[in-house]
T-cell receptor, first 113, second 120 residues
């Protein structure tokens, strides 16, 4: 069964450093998303990416965040200068034309020290 | 704005029994969709079941069924014949359409989740 793949599974970084979280969505999917979950809290939408551009972003997704789909298969989330409060589980998801729901990757646990 | 409410922070059930996890929602949209996801301790998000607002019948997927009561704005998850492997956090979520994609591009608004523990 096809699945969304995320790497790395864990990332530890120093405050102020740049990190890139990587995702390989399901190959025939058209819509790509990043969500995050701070420990013990609910999952929050960050950004939606469709047709090679951002279609929607939340207030969390400020200028420190960016997304790219550089080669038609990978989908990346970059945080330019990490803050302590960026520590969270980051989920990539992708979906096709119709429900059921978006399929999520297994997540990247980001720890900012 | 959409809102999902899960009022049960934790639930306990005996193995082989059925359990209902509550979810209520609030939206002004006429067309919407409701989802349930399972998050085991390993952290991944596993899609369980989906109900569209215009679906006349309640969704079912194996041991999972969704008790959809539109007038009450509730979408409770029923797990029949609970198994030890069902112990996990369960999230209810609602779809909100985004621009582009003809309604297939959407974001999910999640509830706070219910931690289900299945006792042997």
């Amino acid at each position: 069964e096809p699945e969304v793949t995320q790497t790395p599974s864990h990332q530890v970084t120093q405050m102020g450093q740049e990190v890139i979280l990587r995702c390989v969505p399901i190959s025939n999917h058209l819509y790509f998303y990043w969500y995050r979950q701070i420990l013990g809290q609910k999952v929050e939408f960050l950004v939606s990416f469709y047709n090679n551009e951002i279609s929607e972003k939340s207030e969390i997704f400020d200028d420190q965040f960016s997304v790219e789909r550089p080669d038609g298969s990978n989908f990346t989330l970059k945080i330019r200068s990490t803050k302590l409060e960026d520590s969270a589980m980051y989920f990539c998801a992708s979906s096709e034309y119709t429900p059921p729901g978006a399929l999520f990757g297994s997540g990247t646990q980001l720890s900012v020290l | 704005a959409q809102k999902i409410t899960q009022t049960q922070p934790g639930m306990f059930v005996q193995e082989k029994e059925a359990v209902t996890l509550d979810c209520t929602y609030d939206t002004s949209d006429q067309s919407y969709g409701l989802f349930w996801y399972k998050q085991p301790s390993s952290g991944e998000m596993i899609f369980l079941i989906y109900q569209g607002s215009y679906d006349e019948q309640n969704a079912t997927e194996g041991r999972y069924s969704l008790n959809f009561q539109k007038a009450r704005k509730s979408a409770n998850l029923v797990i029949s014949a609970s198994q030890l492997g069902d112990s996990a956090m369960y999230f209810c979520a609602m779809r909100e359409s985004l621009r582009g994609g003809g309604g297939s591009n959407y974001k999910l608004t999640f509830g706070k989740g219910t931690l289900l523990t299945v006792n042997p």
